[in-house]
């Protein structure tokens, strides 16, 4: 970086006029009088001033003549002996500036010495100026013929060039504000600083517009090129990229000059947001902002004057889409319901709503995804989009997925219905509702359990009231000595009473068990399944009372003990000796 300021560097340095320094340094080495050395407290700091004068001169000397020294070193120098020398001459300038800004400050070296140094660095930044300027021309000449694979190794080179423009820039400004201070005239100086400035904002905010237009351009040509020229392609848009960055950076260093200087920077400003996207104090400013939202306002106009018309009338069409689907998708459940609600069709209520919810919208995603279409979106995108999604979702939502595919083996299969008494589950009710993911059932007492669908499936599942009719099975006991064949007659008479038994499928009465205690019939009448308990609590009060009546027992279990006494033998008794 610093190869490329060397003979800037050593032109104005060897022009200083050493003789101040000398003059200096012979009035701070007399001694002091003895009114001086009277002085009071508080003017013990400019009894000190000599010292410091003396000490700062003489820095500010020994810099003067190792620039000279460097300087003249400089043209024998070659290779890295070369740029080492260039690297010394650019750090003893930096510290010969601290050291003359310490003096201004501090009002130590006589004014003519300060300005003659002052002096020196306005002649070494205009030299400097010109001379990056013309090597900043010859590395853009070389960044435009060198090929796409070695632009970047020319852009570093360039954008140091940059950073050492913007650091002289600096120093210019900071040599005008040492003249201030040093009671000089700078009306003219100010005023070349501030067209030479403005002048390179100018440049650097049309470089970044032009930037701006060629990064998209190769971001188009990228995106529609082959694979096999992408390469180069991609290589020219990090160039293009690399530079914009140098230019923004450039650009930032400026404007914060120029607001030092009085100049107005706000549509500069307003371009470095644009450009990057970073929000900074400056933002705030209401130039800024009116600005901003005034290119938006302009940007937004033109998109509606070029753009509009086509816009609005592809998303009427888009909304004449939705409008047809929506429709569409009313009637296609409508059409659903009607087929799954015929006769013909044995289908459950789960199945029937699932088919007439899906398929109104299945028929409004259709709608959609062509209306989408139609207006100029890829809808690809959103299709894999989707896929990555279900997968996704598949994984977070493994126990649902688990009840949902339950639910639909459940729907395909049917083994209940809604309004169906089952054992389900390990529960026992009616079933109240029915989704893909659970079902809701009603117990006979009137609690509301929901149970997970795949709990369902993969347990017994006992329909209760599926089938139109039902056989209820009871037993009823009677006494060994009882009429066996009287209450086989009173136990048809009462099944045959009976309004709700039928008479198709025959009753069965039969005696079916010796008990250990009673004969047990097994009465077997076939009912509507509507009237299955209420059969059978009728019929079991009915066998109770005749049986009451004609004098049948209904037995208990009961066990009869007979007890045996035996009598003991005599020779058995043992004899017990007297004591």
Same mark, same amino acid.
């Given at each position: 970086m610093l190869m490329l300021t060397t003979h800037a560097l050593a032109i104005p340095l060897e022009q200083t006029n050493s003789q101040t320094i000398e003059k200096t340094n012979e009035q701070s080495s007399e001694p002091l009088t003895e009114q001086e050395s009277e002085l009071p407290a508080d003017s013990l700091q400019q009894s000190k001033t000599p010292v410091q004068s003396t000490k700062l001169a003489l820095e500010i000397e020994a810099l003067k003549a190792e620039l000279i020294a460097l300087t003249e070193s400089l043209g024998q120098a070659k290779g890295d002996d070369f740029s080492a020398i260039q690297l010394q001459l650019f750090h003893k300038n930096l510290e010969l500036r601290r050291d003359i800004d310490e003096a201004i400050k501090s009002e130590t070296i006589p004014i003519d010495a300060l300005q003659e140094l002052v002096r020196s660095q306005v002649q070494y930044v205009e030299s400097a100026i010109n001379f990056l300027n013309t090597k900043t021309q010859d590395v853009s000449e070389n960044l435009s013929?060198? =090929?796409? @694979?070695?632009r970047l190794l020319v852009l570093n080179s360039f954008g140091e060039l940059q950073a050492l423009i913007d650091l002289i820039y600096q120093w210019s400004a900071e040599n005008i504000s040492w003249l201030n201070a040093l009671k000089v005239a700078t009306v003219n100086a100010q005023g070349n600083f501030n067209v030479k400035l403005q002048g390179r904002i100018r440049m650097l905010a049309a470089s970044i517009n032009y930037y701006h237009r060629q990064r998209q351009v190769l971001q188009q040509q990228i995106s529609a090129s082959p694979l096999s020229e992408k390469a180069n392609l991609e290589v020219s848009l990090l160039a293009v990229s690399q530079r914009l960055t140098i230019a923004l950076k450039s650009l930032k260093a400026m404007i914060k000059l120029a607001k030092n200087a009085g100049i107005e920077t706000s549509q500069y400003q307003q371009l470095?947001? !644009?450009?990057?996207? @970073? +929000?900074?104090? @400056? /933002?705030?400013?209401?130039?800024? +902002?009116?600005?901003?939202?005034?290119n938006l306002g302009e940007k937004f106009v033109n998109w509606l004057m070029n753009n509009g018309? $086509?816009?609005?009338?592809? #998303? #009427?069409?888009?909304? &004449? /889409?939705?409008? %047809?689907?929506?429709?569409?998708?009313?009637?296609?459940?409508?059409?659903?319901?009607?087929?799954?609600?015929?006769? $013909?069709?044995?289908?459950?209520? +789960?199945?029937?709503?699932? &088919?007439?919810?899906?398929?109104?919208?299945v028929v409004l995603i259709i709608g959609i995804m062509i209306g989408l279409s139609q207006i100029g979106i890829d809808i690809t995108p959103v299709l894999a989009g989707f896929g990555i999604a279900s997968i996704i979702i598949g994984f977070a939502l493994q126990d649902t997925l688990s009840n949902l595919a339950s639910g639909m083996m459940l729907l395909i299969y049917k083994p209940f219905d809604e309004g169906d008494f089952v054992y389900a589950g390990g529960v026992n009710g009616k079933v109240s509702h029915m989704s893909l993911v659970n079902t809701t059932i009603r117990t006979f007492d009137n609690q509301i359990i929901i149970i997970p669908n795949s709990k369902i499936w993969g347990d017994v599942i006992k329909n209760?009231?599926? !089938?139109? /009719?039902?056989?209820?099975?009871?037993? &009823?006991? /009677?006494?060994?000595?009882?009429?066996?064949?009287?209450a086989e007659q009173i136990l048809t008479e009462i099944v045959a009473s009976h309004a709700n038994v039928l008479k198709s499928p025959e009753t069965i009465i039969k005696v079916n068990t010796l008990n250990t205690s009673s004969v047990d019939f097994i009465v077997r009448p076939w009912v509507k399944t509507d009237f299955y308990w209420d059969v059978y609590w009728d019929i079991t009060k009915e066998v109770k009372l005749r049986f009451d009546r004609e004098? %049948?027992?209904? =037995? &208990? =279990? $009961?066990?009869?003990?007979?007890?045996?006494?035996? @009598?003991p033998e005599s020779s058995t008794i043992a004899q017990v000796p007297k004591t």
């Amino acid at each position: 970086m610093l190869m490329l300021t060397t003979h800037a560097l050593a032109i104005p340095l060897e022009q200083t006029n050493s003789q101040t320094i000398e003059k200096t340094n012979e009035q701070s080495s007399e001694p002091l009088t003895e009114q001086e050395s009277e002085l009071p407290a508080d003017s013990l700091q400019q009894s000190k001033t000599p010292v410091q004068s003396t000490k700062l001169a003489l820095e500010i000397e020994a810099l003067k003549a190792e620039l000279i020294a460097l300087t003249e070193s400089l043209g024998q120098a070659k290779g890295d002996d070369f740029s080492a020398i260039q690297l010394q001459l650019f750090h003893k300038n930096l510290e010969l500036r601290r050291d003359i800004d310490e003096a201004i400050k501090s009002e130590t070296i006589p004014i003519d010495a300060l300005q003659e140094l002052v002096r020196s660095q306005v002649q070494y930044v205009e030299s400097a100026i010109n001379f990056l300027n013309t090597k900043t021309q010859d590395v853009s000449e070389n960044l435009s013929n060198a =090929p796409a @694979e070695q632009r970047l190794l020319v852009l570093n080179s360039f954008g140091e060039l940059q950073a050492l423009i913007d650091l002289i820039y600096q120093w210019s400004a900071e040599n005008i504000s040492w003249l201030n201070a040093l009671k000089v005239a700078t009306v003219n100086a100010q005023g070349n600083f501030n067209v030479k400035l403005q002048g390179r904002i100018r440049m650097l905010a049309a470089s970044i517009n032009y930037y701006h237009r060629q990064r998209q351009v190769l971001q188009q040509q990228i995106s529609a090129s082959p694979l096999s020229e992408k390469a180069n392609l991609e290589v020219s848009l990090l160039a293009v990229s690399q530079r914009l960055t140098i230019a923004l950076k450039s650009l930032k260093a400026m404007i914060k000059l120029a607001k030092n200087a009085g100049i107005e920077t706000s549509q500069y400003q307003q371009l470095m947001f !644009e450009s990057t996207g @970073e +929000l900074t104090y @400056e /933002i705030l400013d209401f130039k800024v +902002l009116g600005g901003i939202f005034a290119n938006l306002g302009e940007k937004f106009v033109n998109w509606l004057m070029n753009n509009g018309v $086509q816009y609005l009338f592809k #998303l #009427l069409i888009f909304a &004449f /889409i939705v409008f %047809i689907a929506s429709k569409l998708a009313k009637l296609t459940a409508v059409a659903v319901n009607r087929a799954t609600s015929a006769k $013909q069709v044995n289908m459950s209520r +789960l199945m029937k709503d699932f &088919f007439v919810n899906m398929s109104g919208k299945v028929v409004l995603i259709i709608g959609i995804m062509i209306g989408l279409s139609q207006i100029g979106i890829d809808i690809t995108p959103v299709l894999a989009g989707f896929g990555i999604a279900s997968i996704i979702i598949g994984f977070a939502l493994q126990d649902t997925l688990s009840n949902l595919a339950s639910g639909m083996m459940l729907l395909i299969y049917k083994p209940f219905d809604e309004g169906d008494f089952v054992y389900a589950g390990g529960v026992n009710g009616k079933v109240s509702h029915m989704s893909l993911v659970n079902t809701t059932i009603r117990t006979f007492d009137n609690q509301i359990i929901i149970i997970p669908n795949s709990k369902i499936w993969g347990d017994v599942i006992k329909n209760v009231t599926q !089938e139109r /009719i039902r056989r209820v099975d009871m037993v &009823f006991g /009677i006494g060994y000595k009882d009429d066996l064949l009287k209450a086989e007659q009173i136990l048809t008479e009462i099944v045959a009473s009976h309004a709700n038994v039928l008479k198709s499928p025959e009753t069965i009465i039969k005696v079916n068990t010796l008990n250990t205690s009673s004969v047990d019939f097994i009465v077997r009448p076939w009912v509507k399944t509507d009237f299955y308990w209420d059969v059978y609590w009728d019929i079991t009060k009915e066998v109770k009372l005749r049986f009451d009546r004609e004098g %049948i027992s209904i =037995p &208990f =279990p $009961q066990q009869d003990v007979h007890l045996h006494m035996v @009598e003991p033998e005599s020779s058995t008794i043992a004899q017990v000796p007297k004591t």
